[in-house]
């Protein structure tokens, strides 16, 4: 059975640094690997979609990566900004006959001004 | 495109009253998820649909949850009865599965059973 973890579950960071985020799953039978951001009361904002066969896709100030093999996802966060903060989720769409669909957690991230 | 559209956003119901909660997918997108988000189990699938049929449902609680897509633009989620332990926030969100396979989330709807 898949399992996705996100560890820390809260991290606080001085705004300006840079950060990673870290997702591990326990089957490496995926499609693909997403990361989406969630605000307090709102609905989940997708941020990157890694397929299987990639290594990493950027957008902006993040960049996220997959390792299949060891089952790992980072998504990092360049010269953060309080705006960042956020609880950040990562989901993985399984490869088995479910087809399904499994969140980690999150990691909820603080960013001092 | 206006993003995939839930209603209500609120709902506050006593305990046996029947609940349901609407979902309107982006236009194209052919499968759609009904998510439940509680702070004890994280996010959790209940259901997804594929060209309008159920296809997983493995993840409703129990019979007192339902759900339909009866077309390619609508799709509701029902509790009858509903019970204080399904207060919880509901997804829907959808996918274009000739695409990229990204989601796309509503802004979900907060249900409390009192």
């Known amino acids: 059975k898949q399992e996705v973890t996100q560890i820390p579950a809260a991290l606080s960071v001085p705004e300006g640094e840079n950060l990673v985020l870290n997702c591990s799953f326990t089957?490496?039978?995926?499609?693909?690997l997403q990361w989406f951001r969630q605000d307090p009361g709102k609905g989940l904002t997708s941020l990157l979609l890694?397929?299987?066969?990639?290594r990493e896709q950027t957008s902006g100030r993040l960049n996220a990566s997959l390792d299949k093999s060891s089952g790992r996802s980072t998504l990092y966060i360049a010269a953060s900004q309080p705006g960042d903060s956020a609880t950040y989720l990562c989901a993985v769409r399984t490869m088995n006959r479910d087809d399904k669909i499994i969140f980690g957690k999150g990691t909820r991230l603080h960013i001092l001004p | 495109d206006a993003g995939v559209i839930q209603s209500p956003r609120h709902e506050v119901t006593e305990m046996g009253q029947e609940v349901t909660l609407r979902c309107k997918p982006i236009s194209g997108h052919n499968s759609l998820f009904w998510y439940r988000q509680t702070m004890m189990r994280g996010l959790e699938l209940l259901i997804y649909f594929n060209n309008n049929v159920p296809i997983d449902d493995s993840g409703m609680p129990e019979d007192r949850f339902s759900a339909k897509m009866p077309n390619a633009s609508f799709s509701t989620l029902k509790i009858q009865p509903s019970e204080p332990r399904d207060s919880a926030v509901y997804f829907c969100?959808?996918?274009?599965?000739?695409?990229?396979?990204?989601?796309?989330f509503g802004p979900g709807t907060r249900l409390t059973v009192t």
């Open positions: 890694i397929q299987s066969s990639q």
């Open positions: 969100a959808s996918r274009s599965d000739g695409g990229s396979y990204e989601q796309y």
């Open positions: 089957d490496s039978a995926i499609y693909n």
